[in-house]
């Protein structure tokens, strides 16, 4: 199948009767937008919650008093799709909370890049159309599924949606561990760290150390070193089915990080264990989304270089 054409045919919720609403943190300016789109749902019939933290940063003007406040797990229990106002951050965190629930999302770009964010703020009311009306193509994406393990007792576990990062933390210093494959050895490496990476973040953090660029809808998982000590120690491509255990040898002042928003500090001995996670997250792309198309715009492809005079 040629992944520049559009997705399967739509799987959105026919006529869903409970949207949320999620804004980026600390997100005031976005307030305007939440009460825009918010209104044009509300005269739609459909009931509108917001996420209880968006509803205080944005100081909740007085659209939203008529709105429920919601947690995640109320958001995971009521709604039928959710909408994201903001960067890709935004869609991460919100991922990590709502993959559990099968809650599909929809993206409104208020970041910069917006990889995952399709819809522009200026086009966000004239897309509801297509969104209420099952237009919208879905896509699913893998998450991973992270736990460390320390004397032989878990201590710290987190879904990620982009990467999982080993780090060297704040100290200028190399970091030396072990990695493994479905418990086979594969290398002793020392290097600034590790990023283990899904698809959808292969245009994140891993792109930035001369990982791959794969269609997100392939299944599989990248291993892209940070700055190692040996050169000839390149990125690789492993199944979505492999188990990768990470166990840290030496090191002063390492840190795992779950798509660069929760972090853990981590002690020579420490073992990460990653695998794909059993939940994944829908996302759902307006008419006419194209993959290729959107890494034109995002990376700036085919275009010419402006001369100056």
């Not at 959710?82 to 993206?107: E, K, P």
């Not at 928003?261 to 794909?276: A, E, H, N, Y």
């Amino acid at each position: 199948m040629n992944n520049e054409s559009a997705n399967s045919p739509s799987t959105t919720p026919v006529s869903p009767r409970t949207i949320a609403l999620i804004g980026k943190c600390q997100g005031r300016d976005i307030a305007e937008a939440l009460c825009l789109l918010g209104k044009n749902l509300s005269l739609r019939g459909i009931r509108v919650v917001i996420e209880e933290l968006t509803a205080r940063n944005a100081e909740a003007p007085p659209e939203m008093q008529d709105w429920d406040w919601c947690s995640y797990a109320e958001i995971g229990e009521q709604a039928d799709l959710a909408i994201v106002l903001g960067g890709d951050g935004t869609m991460l965190s919100a991922s990590r909370q709502l993959a559990r629930y099968g809650v599909s999302l929809v993206g409104v770009n208020q970041g910069r890049l917006g990889f995952m964010t399709d819809i522009s703020r200026s086009d966000m009311l004239t897309c509801m159309d297509d969104l209420l009306g099952g237009k919208f193509s879905p896509e699913s994406r893998m998450l991973l599924d992270a736990e460390v393990t320390r004397n032989g007792e878990m201590v710290a576990s987190n879904l990620a949606m982009n990467e999982v990062v080993v780090d060297k933390g704040a100290i200028g210093r190399l970091i030396e561990f072990e990695l493994f494959i479905d418990g086979k050895f594969v290398y002793n490496l020392r290097s600034d760290g590790l990023i283990v990476s899904t698809p959808t973040g292969w245009t994140a953090y891993a792109l930035s150390a001369n990982g791959p660029i794969v269609h997100p809808c392939e299944a599989g998982i990248a291993l892209v070193p940070l700055c190692p000590h040996s050169l000839s120690n390149r990125p690789v491509v492993v199944s979505d089915r492999n188990e990768i255990e990470v166990r840290i040898i030496r090191a002063s002042d390492s840190r795992v990080y779950f798509d660069g928003q929760v972090t853990f500090d981590l002690k020579p001995g420490d073992s990460l264990r990653i695998k794909r996670s059993e939940f994944s997250i829908c996302l759902l792309h307006p008419p006419g989304y194209s993959y290729f198309s959107m890494l034109r715009k995002k990376l700036h492809w085919s275009e010419q270089p402006k001369v100056q005079h």
